[in-house]
């Protein structure tokens, strides 16, 4: 744990960024490798540009990587995992608690490029990097412990049937800009743990964080060619996922993307798993407590300026309490302070780019044309950078596209209901199943609630807190198989079994 909170400032990002960060290159086969040009351009050169979505100056250019890196990168893994396959579950969970350590190290610095990149405020992006580093940790605790044997009973008893793990292969990571070093974590962890080797491409739009890692990595001695990161956009993205080599894809982002990349790995029949979107409900039922309701409720929809895939982004609140609940939910609203990650009190930031504020500022039109009612916000910031105001509708039709359509910013949208059933009904009528969240004070009947609803991670009186220890994942459209946990593990494991005479 670190706690020099206030040693994390937009200085020591910048510092990092100068003097740490290895730009217009890619890491391939343990070396960083100048990129020596790509087909992305901005202003006329080919450079991509990273942004700071507190002011929207560009903090860096940088180039990216084309199909070619994705061959090169695809060759050292396929090397790399000759030997990696072979080393021990020991050796493996030396290397993880190494890259956590070292990660401890640097931990001021990844969470200072994580809040100048992504513009979250200090607070999340520290306890980003916490669940990183505790993600290394517990998948290194968890393969320590795995047998290479198991025996497992059947009943005949000439025969003994034994059962073993072997690593997937190859696999393609890609991972969204919203919680960079978190769900890098998720899914390099585990991968390593199996024995996989890996090609992880950031999201382009938040780089930073992840090219550290890169320089962590190099400096705990990982053998050359085990991880190769490059930085890349849709084309990088759109080559690993159909790369002959490959042999599993990891996946985290939207839904229109996710079901390119599931046509994308059709082709060999790649393994894959999918984390894709949401629109969670969060239900407060008659005997919630109020403020308790409106702590929850805002942390579900505020926290990262509402780019979160379990965002609870629809409300649902008993009818008898609903005039209450919003108008105390109005005054939480009020009182955010909505400001730059580095300041300290911040407790919104701006979303992470232009792109997402016009999508936002989309659905405020949407919701302008419809004639929704606005409990508050609603509006794009009149400021530098990318900040628009947490937003609350009330009495939204079922048929708008602010109640079924993902809109990952700060908006939330709400209905009533009259009884427990038609709770559970409203909450299910979504193509998403990730997430849910119940308010109440009968946590019998909450329980009762959350075994009706078709989500994969459910809280009850709690915000959304994870566990390295429990898989992630949803139903429908919120994606195939599950991250995290020993779910998380087997999803880089094929199981093997052998029959043999008894002894
Ligand atoms: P995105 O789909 O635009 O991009 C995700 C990644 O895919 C990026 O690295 C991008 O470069 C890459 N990519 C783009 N086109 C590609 C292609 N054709 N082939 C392969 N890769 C390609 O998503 P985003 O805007 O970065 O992130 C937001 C989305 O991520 C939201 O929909 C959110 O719900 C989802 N998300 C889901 C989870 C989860 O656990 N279910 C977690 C975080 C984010």
């Known amino acids: 744990m670190n706690n020099k909170f206030e040693s994390i400032t937009r200085d020591l990002a910048k510092e990092t960024l100068n003097k740490e960060v290895v ?38 250019t940088t180039r990216l990587c084309t199909k070619a890196h994705v061959d090169a990168a695809a060759n050292a893994a396929s090397q790399a995992i000759l030997s990696w396959s072979q080393t021990t579950v020991s050796e ?82 890609i991972v969204p800009w919203n919680f960079p070093m978190v769900t890098t974590s998720w899914k390099l962890a585990a991968a390593l743990a199996a024995g996989c080797t890996v090609i992880l491409k950031p999201s382009e739009v938040t780089l930073l964080p992840e090219l550290l890692l890169g320089n962590i990595l190099s400096a705990i001695g990982l ?94 609140v008993h009818h008898d309490i609903a005039d209450a609940l919003y108008q105390k939910l109005k005054e939480y609203t009020q009182n955010i302070h909505i400001s730059a990650g580095f300041d300290p009190n911040t407790q919104m930031g701006p979303l992470v780019s232009q792109q997402q504020l016009n999508q936002v500022h989309k659905y405020f039109n949407i919701a302008t044309e419809e004639k929704l009612d606005c409990l508050i916000g609603g509006q794009i910031l009149d400021r530098s950078g990318y900040f628009a105001s947490p937003t609350i509708y009330t009495n939204v039709p079922m048929d708008s596209c602010l109640w079924t359509e993902e809109i990952f910013g700060p908006v939330l949208v709400s209905r009533t209901f009259k009884d427990d059933a038609e709770a559970i009904q409203l909450a299910n009528n979504s193509k998403f199943g990730l997430a849910a969240t119940v308010v109440s004070a009968d946590e019998k009947a909450a329980l009762e609630m959350v075994l009706q609803i078709k989500a994969g991670h459910l809280w009850i009186n709690e915000q959304q807190i994870l566990f390295a220890q429990a898989g992630w994942g949803g139903f429908k459209q919120s994606g195939i198989g599950r991250e995290l946990g020993e779910d998380g593990l087997s999803a880089y494991q094929k199981s093997k079994h052998v029959i043999l005479p008894s002894q």
């Open 23 to 60: 730009l217009d290159s890619a890491y391939i086969d343990g070396n960083w490798e100048v990129i020596e040009s790509s087909s992305i351009s901005h202003n006329g050169i080919d450079k991509h540009a990273l942004y700071d979505p507190s002011t929207g100056d560009v903090i860096a």
């Open 223 to 316: 053998p050359k060619g085990v991880v190769n990161i490059l930085p890349g956009a849709a084309e990088v993205g759109a080559a690993m996922t159909s790369h002959p080599l490959i042999d599993k894809v990891s996946f985290t982002g939207s839904n229109g993307v996710g079901e390119k990349v599931m046509a994308q790995a059709a082709k060999d029949v790649k393994d894959i798993s999918l984390e894709l979107g949401g629109k969670s409900a969060i239900v407060i039922r008659a005997d919630a407590d109020l403020d308790m309701a409106c702590d929850i409720i805002s942390g579900g929809i505020f926290t990262n300026a509402g780019q979160m895939c379990s965002a609870t982004s629809r409300l649902l």
């Open 92 to 173: 493996r969970a030396s290397y993880l608690n190494a890259i956590a350590d070292a990660m401890e190290q640097k931990f001021n610095q990844l969470v200072g490029l994580s809040v100048l990149n992504n513009g979250k405020p200090i607070a999340e992006a520290k306890m980003d990097a916490d669940d990183a580093i505790a993600c290394y940790r517990y998948y290194a605790n968890l393969i320590a412990a795995q047998t290479t044997w198991t025996e497992v009973s059947t009943d005949e008893s000439s025969v003994r049937l034994l059962k073993t793990f072997a690593p997937v292969g190859i696999c393609a990571l």
